[in-house]
């Protein structure tokens, strides 16, 4: 059965602080791995991620994929409050287009 | 429009009673996904559009659960008889081209149900 499993699922930090959330997945038929932010309402498009070892990066905020070990990171250096959210990780297989997410990663940041 | 819009937000209904969740997709997006997001959980998947086709309903709960999108556009997914344990919040998802590797799922805000 396809599953993805993110770890940790709280952490809680301060402003400044840098941050990693893991994701590991077991799909048939990988096509691509996502990340979403997800506040009090949408889930926020941050990275699709469907190569290995090619770090995207938008800001603070960056990911990248093993395709081998079957994991990704996303990496958030110097936290604000703004970050605040749980973080989601899907992964699309090539004989579906559906999405199949983990549990989140709920992050804290105080200041 | 600019994004992918849901109503209602919110809805209360008791056991029993009927509703319907209406999603309007990002223009001119061939795909859209309905999910289900239980409290503290990640989103599941329900059902998937092409255009106005449901290519595939196997995450539908149950036989009281039926989505359509007659035009291709906007989609409504009825919940019959709800009852608690359909109580999380519903979302939907559209993208461009179903099938292509680039092609990302925005979501919508979701409409939380509450089943007293």
């Known amino acids: 059965e396809d599953k993805v499993v993110q770890s940790p699922l709280s952490l809680v930090v301060h402003e400044g602080d840098t941050v990693t959330l893991n994701c590991s997945y077991e799909?048939?038929?990988?096509?691509?791995l996502l990340w979403y932010k997800q506040e009090k309402k949408a889930p926020t498009f941050l990275f699709m991620l469907?190569?290995?070892?090619i770090e995207k990066k938008s800001g603070r905020l960056s990911s990248i994929l093993d395709k081998k070990e079957l994991f990704s990171i996303l990496n958030i250096t110097a936290t604000q409050t703004g970050d605040s959210a749980v973080y989601l990780c899907?992964?699309?297989?090539?004989?579906?287009?559906?999405?199949?997410f983990g549990t989140g990663t709920r992050l804290q940041v105080f200041p | 429009g600019a994004g992918v819009s849901q109503s209602p937000r919110y809805k209360v209904a008791k056991r029993g009673q009927d509703v319907a969740l209406r999603c309007d997709p990002i223009?001119?997006?061939?795909?859209l996904f309905w999910y289900q997001q239980a409290l503290g959980q990640g989103p599941e998947f329900l059902t998937y559009?092409?255009?106005?086709?449901?290519?595939?309903k196997s995450g539908l709960p149950s036989d009281r659960f039926f989505a359509e999108r007659p035009e291709g556009s906007v989609s409504t997914l009825k919940i019959q008889r709800t009852q608690q344990e359909d109580s999380a919040v519903y979302l939907c998802?559209?993208?461009?081209?179903?099938?292509?590797?680039?092609?990302?799922?925005?979501f919508g805000a979701g409409t939380r149900l509450s089943v007293l």
């Open positions: 899907a992964v699309e297989a090539r004989n579906t287009d559906k999405l199949i």
């Open positions: 998802a559209s993208s461009l081209v179903s099938g292509l590797a680039e092609s990302i799922q925005y």
């Open positions: 223009s001119g997006h061939v795909s």
């Open positions: 469907t190569s290995s070892g």
């Open positions: 559009f092409q255009n106005e086709a449901q290519l595939d």
């Open positions: 799909v048939t038929n990988f096509r691509s």
